[in-house]
């Protein structure tokens, strides 16, 4: 199964808006591990990451910001089909 890690900065004015664009996501990928968390100092999923929200495709940053619905989903169908 494939994983899609969020990771927010807790307070931040866009966290609101990762985690409602998670939901949508889960309801057209339903097969996809989708989980919002925290960042916190240490974790090793940060590797240098310094702008939040950030998504991350098994383990690697796919995007940061709050990016549009569709080009997201498009990017994780891709993934499923291969193409990376």
Do not use: N
């Not at 240098?48 to 619905?69: H, N, Q, S, Y």
Request: charged share 30%; glycine share 8%.
């Amino acid at each position: 199964m494939a994983r899609l890690d969020i990771l927010v900065h807790g307070g931040c004015l866009s966290e609101h808006s990762a985690r409602r664009l998670a939901e949508e996501i889960r309801h057209e990928l339903p097969h996809w591990d989708i989980t919002v968390k925290p960042a916190v100092a240490g974790d090793p999923d940060l590797s240098g990451i310094i702008v939040f929200p950030a998504f991350l495709l098994d383990g690697r940053v796919l995007a940061t910001g709050v990016p549009k619905k569709d080009w997201l989903v498009d990017r994780l169908r891709a993934w499923d089909k291969g193409e990376r």
